[in-house]
């Protein structure tokens, strides 16, 4: 996973290649232009429900702007969070949606509406 640092970086590319102002994002994901201007400027960690509007706004993936583009990577940290219980059933599980879920990042097709 990216530093906050990085993750700043990638949210303010992710802005300048949509086009879009700090104002026009902040429209765009009705998040505080303030917030915005404090998650860009590293002053604030972005938190994933306003980094999954970004990426919408952006027409980037949750996986462009935090750097968590493997999918072992993901079922690795859902994994931990469930302190290892019925591990090999829910990683299976966990790998059908993911994949899925990286089959739509590649066509561009958001996962929320």
């Known amino acids: 996973m990216m530093t906050q640092a990085n993750i700043s970086a990638a949210v303010e590319r992710a802005r300048v290649a949509a086009g879009l102002s700090q104002r026009g994002l902040a429209e765009a994901t009705g998040i505080a232009q303030a917030t915005l201007s404090r998650i860009i400027s590293g002053a604030r960690a972005a938190k994933m429900p306003e980094i999954v509007l970004i990426a919408h ?19 690795q940290c859902a994994a931990r969070s469930t302190n290892d219980s019925g591990m090999e059933e829910m990683r299976q599980a966990l790998l059908h949606y993911l994949e899925l879920d990286g089959f739509l990042d590649d066509h561009a097709i958001p996962g929320t509406v």
């Open 57 to 75: 706004a952006t027409g980037h993936t949750v996986a462009q702007l935090t750097g968590e583009g493997g999918l072992a990577g993901r079922v």
